[in-house]
C-alpha cells in the first residue's frame, strides 16, 4: 500500500548511482525492527551508531558498515527509519537491498520518503519541495536559498499573511453577521487599509518568489546577431572560457550551442544562434529557423551589432521575433572609439563593449540582472520558489484585488468575505494546506528515488 493509506515499509538507495567510498540504504516504515532483526541480529539503540554485519537470510555475511535507527516520531519520514551505511559499490548496495526487500518491505518511488515526512507533519509542501531543490541546486547562492526555504523562510512569510487574512476575514464576516450591531463594515476605512497593506505584503513576497524561481531555474539569454558582429566571443567571455570557435569566417556557427554561465550566482542558459543573413545554402537555413526559435523562447536577447560596419540597428531588431525583449549589445568598440557604457541614441536599452578587451562587460552583466528583476539581498532574504509558488501568489493577487473593489466599488461584502476565502485558499496550495492527490504526485515523482 502507499504512504497514502496505512503504511508499508519502503526501501532504496539513498546514495547516486555508481562506484563510491560509502553506499547508504534507507528503510522506513513499521517493519523497520524486523528488518533490522534480520539483517544485523538486533535493532540498533536509537540515534546511536552501531558497527555491525549485514546479514542475508541465510545468514551470509554481505558487508560491515554502520547502523542507525530513528524512531517514530522524530525521524525524517516521522516512522521508524533505519539508515544502513555501507561500502559503495553498486553490487554490494543491491545485495543488500535485497536483503531488505526479502524482508517484507518495497522499493521506494521517487520521493517517497520525503513525500512520508510532508503527510507525517516533518515538513510542510514547500520545505518538501526545498529538499529537490537544495539536491539539484546549480549555485552557491541557489543552495543557500535552498536552505532558507527549507528552514522554512517562505513557509513563515505565507503563513503571517494567512493569519492577517485569518483576521481581516473575521473582521468582515463578523460584522456581516450581526447587522443588529449598527456596525456598517463597507464604511470602515481601516478595511481598506488592511486590505491595501496585505496586497503591500503579498508583492513583497512575490517579488522574492520570483528571484528564488531565478535562482532555481536560471534565465535563458539568447545572443543573435549578423555574421562576425562577435557573438561567439561575447559567449566566450560571459562564460570565461573558449566555448565558441570564433573565426573570421563567416556562417561559423550553424547550429544552438548552449553554455551554462553564472553572474554572482545567478544561473544563466546562454544560446550562441547562427548569424542573421540571407542565404541558400539549407543547413544554415535551418540554423537560422533555430536561431529564430530560440529567440522566441529566451527570456532575453543579447542582440549584438558590429559597430565598425554602420547599420541601422532598428531594422536589424525588426528581424527578432515580435515579443522578444532585447539588449542591444554594441560590439568592437575598440575600432571604432566609442566608449564602454550605455549607448544613449539606441532604439532600446544598449550598453557599448569590445569582445576583444572586454570593456563594458561588467555593465552588461549588471544590465542581465536587471533585466530579470533580480536584486541584491542578504542569505536571509532568498529562499527557492517554484512556478506552481508564483502562479498560487498570482492567485491570491488577483483575489485580494478583487476584494477591494467588491468592498470600495460595488460595496458587496459578501462577495469581498468570498474573494479573501479565494486568496487564502491559495496561499495554502503553497505549504500544502490545500493540496490533491494528483499535486503531491507531479511534485514528488521529480525527486530522486532514496530522498
Request: charged share 25%; proline share 6%; net charge negative.
Amino acid at each position: 500500500m502507499s504512504s497514502r493509506g496505512a503504511p508499508d515499509t519502503i526501501a532504496a538507495v539513498a546514495t547516486p548511482p555508481g562506484s563510491g567510498g560509502i553506499g547508504v540504504i534507507r528503510v522506513s516504515g513499521p517493519r523497520v525492527a524486523e528488518v533490522a532483526a534480520a539483517l544485523l541480529g538486533r535493532l540498533p539503540p536509537p540515534r546511536r551508531a552501531a558497527y555491525l554485519p549485514f546479514r542475508d537470510a541465510g545468514g551470509r555475511i554481505l558487508d560491515r558498515g554502520i547502523a542507525l535507527y530513528f524512531p517514530a516520531p522524530h525521524s525524517y519520514t516521522g516512522e521508524d527509519v533505519l539508515e544502513l551505511q555501507g561500502h559503495g559499490g553498486p553490487v554490494v548496495l543491491d545485495l543488500v537491498l535485497a536483503a531488505v526487500l526479502a524482508q517484507g518491505a518495497r522499493l521506494a518511488r521517487p520521493g517517497e520518503f520525503t513525500e512520508r515526512a510532508f503527510l507525517n507533519g516533518r515538513m510542510d509542501l514547500a520545505q518538501a519541495e526545498a529538499v529537490a531543490d537544495l539536491i539539484a541546486s546549480g549555485s552557491a547562492a541557489a543552495a543557500r536559498a535552498a536552505v532558507q526555504a527549507l528552514e522554512g523562510g517562505l513557509s513563515r512569510r505565507v503563513g503571517e499573511l494567512a493569519e492577517s487574512l485569518t483576521e481581516l476575514r473575521a473582521h468582515l464576516e463578523a460584522a456581516l453577521d450581526f447587522p443588529e450591531e449598527e456596525i456598517d463594515p463597507l464604511a470602515d476605512a481601516a478595511l481598506g487599509a488592511r486590505c491595501r497593506e496585505l496586497l503591500r505584503g503579498l508583492e513583497d513576497l512575490l517579488a522574492g518568489a520570483e528571484q528564488g524561481r531565478l535562482l532555481r531555474e536560471g534565465m535563458t539569454v539568447a545572443i543573435a546577431g549578423r555574421p562576425n558582429a562577435g557573438k561567439s566571443s561575447l559567449l566566450n567571455l560571459l562564460a570565461r572560457r573558449d566555448a565558441a570557435i570564433v573565426s573570421h569566417l563567416p556562417g561559423t556557427t550553424r547550429d544552438l550551442l548552449r553554455e551554462p554561465v553564472q553572474i554572482d550566482g545567478l544561473p544563466l542558459h546562454v544560446l550562441d544562434t547562427a548569424g542573421l543573413r540571407e542565404t541558400d545554402d539549407p543547413v544554415e537555413r535551418e540554423g537560422l529557423r533555430r536561431a529564430r526559435a530560440a529567440m522566441a523562447e529566451a527570456d532575453r536577447v543579447l542582440l549584438v551589432v558590429d559597430d565598425s560596419r554602420p547599420e541601422p540597428w532598428a531594422d536589424l531588431m525588426d528581424e527578432l521575433p515580435r515579443a522578444a525583449a532585447c539588449t542591444l549589445v554594441v560590439n568592437k568598440i575598440d575600432l571604432t572609439g566609442r566608449p564602454p557604457g550605455p549607448v544613449a541614441d539606441a532604439p532600446a536599452e544598449a550598453v557599448a563593449v569590445s569582445a576583444r578587451t572586454g570593456a563594458g562587460m561588467d555593465l552588461l552583466r549588471e544590465r542581465l540582472k536587471a533585466a530579470m528583476g533580480y536584486r541584491e539581498a542578504g542569505d536571509g532574504g532568498r529562499f527557492t520558489a517554484r512556478r506552481r509558488h508564483l502562479q498560487a501568489l498570482g492567485r491570491a493577487r488577483a483575489h485580494l484585488l478583487a476584494a477591494l473593489a467588491r468592498l470600495e466599488e460595488d460595496r458587496a461584502g459578501e462577495l469581498a468575505a468570498e474573494e479573501l476565502r479565494l486568496a487564502q485558499r491559495a496561499l495554502g496550495e503553497i505549504t500544502g494546506e490545500v493540496t490533491s492527490e494528483d499535486l503531491l504526485g507531479r511534485i514528488f515523482s521529480t525527486f530522486c528515488i532514496g530522498k
